[in-house]
């Protein structure tokens, strides 16, 4: 079974950036297909980012576009999603997701099989 943990919220000022990561482990990482959602509260959960399993193909909601950047090391079954020119509207609980293989559905609304804890993102304006 696919688990997966999150790591490098915190607090951060309007305008700084953070890095978060989420390792991987019970599968190929090669095959997994990795995203990131946030929820806010009182708000839906979102899709912010993500990257394919097989061409390395990102996809960014449009409020985070030119500001967030998706990667995914595999050889350590890592995907990082580094967020730049933060916003107090980023504030969230982010969480990585990972299906197997690809999907028809856009990434945002595919059903992802695994779900990781989640890390708190803090805005301070």
């Known amino acids: 079974e696919v688990q997966l943990v999150e790591s490098g919220g915190g607090l951060v000022q309007a305008g700084g950036s953070l890095r978060l990561s989420c390792a991987a482990s019970g599968f190929t990482f090669d095959d997994l297909s990795m995203c990131w959602f946030r929820q806010a509260p009182g708000k839906e959960r979102e899709g912010v980012s993500c990257?394919?399993?097989?061409?390395?193909?990102?996809h960014y909601s449009d409020s985070v576009k030119g500001r967030f950047t998706i990667s995914r090391d595999n050889a350590k079954s890592t995907v990082y999603l580094q967020m730049s020119s933060l916003k107090p509207d980023d504030t969230a609980v982010y969480y990585c997701?990972?299906?197997?293989?690809?999907?028809?559905?856009?990434?945002?609304?595919?059903?992802?099989?695994?779900w990781g804890q989640g890390t708190q993102v803090t805005v301070s304006s």
């Open positions: 990257i394919s399993s097989s061409d390395g193909r990102t």
């Open positions: 997701a990972a299906d197997i293989g690809g999907s028809a559905y856009h990434p945002f609304i595919r059903p992802y099989d695994y």
